[in-house]
């Protein structure tokens, strides 16, 4: 299975800053990475699939990056709602994985 | 808008059958350009894709190698539906269970999922 490696694994930061969170992937997977935000008690929600291709509805300050092995993502300017954990999943082989999480946190 | 309401047992004993399911609303089980999906969320294991199953020229499924041996996901076009089956539960099957959709084309999944039901805490104990 490919694995997924994410980091850092917590983060914190306040409200209107840029922050940047990355995921690694064990093989290449080309543009085949997906990131999702899950508040406790939710299920996660699609944020960007295919690397960079925001979801519907989707606000423009999320944006994501990268291809290969090395993916970013980017919240250009933090929002209270936003404090949350984002997990990256590759979806170019089966079984598709999942990252551990990056866990962001008010400062 | 399409919405997954999941249904099933809190409490399982150990060595029985774990049985969940998925009732859709807003697209269809037996639709072409989805499949339907379980996936399960852990603190010891993470996210962890268990399996799907999808209607093409006939219905077929697929499963996670750590899981192949006792799990079933099956559809149910009268109900609009999907379910899981894992059979010989242990501890470590503990988790919270969800379905979700994966709104792939005729020819491929797209990878991601884009709807998810709300989840279903199972806790496998005596």
């Known amino acids: 299975d490919i694995q997924m490696t994410q980091s850092p694994s917590s983060l914190s930061a306040s409200v209107g800053d840029r922050v940047t969170m990355t995921c690694r992937a064990s093989?290449?997977?080309?543009?085949?990475l997906n990131w999702y935000q899950q508040k406790p008690g939710e299920a996660p929600k699609l944020l960007i699939y295919d690397s960079s291709t925001l979801q519907s509805g989707v606000p423009s300050r999320f944006s994501g990056s990268g291809s290969g092995t090395e993916f970013t993502l980017t919240v250009s300017s933090l929002q209270p709602e936003d404090f949350a954990t984002y997990y990256c999943?590759?979806?170019?082989?089966?079984?598709?994985?999942f990252g551990r999480g990056t866990r962001l946190e008010i400062k | 808008q399409v919405q997954l309401q999941q249904s099933g047992p809190g409490l399982v004993k150990p060595s029985q059958t774990l049985s969940l399911t998925c009732a859709i609303s807003g697209d269809n089980v037996s639709s072409t350009s989805a499949a339907w999906n379980w996936i399960r969320q852990s603190p010891s294991r993470g996210l962890e894709w268990l399996g799907r199953?999808?209607?093409?020229?006939?219905?077929?499924?697929d499963y996670a190698v750590s899981v192949k041996s006792r799990i079933i996901i099956s559809p149910d076009t009268s109900k609009n539906q999907f379910s899981l089956q894992l059979t010989s539960v242990t501890p470590e099957d503990t988790a919270v269970y969800y379905c979700a959709r994966d709104p792939s084309n005729y020819y491929d999944s797209s990878g991601f999922f884009d709807y998810w039901g709300l989840g279903t805490l199972v806790t496998v104990s005596a």
């Open positions: 199953t999808y209607s093409r020229s006939k219905w077929y499924t």
């Open positions: 093989q290449s997977i080309s543009t085949d």
């Open positions: 999943q590759q979806s170019f082989t089966t079984p598709d994985t």
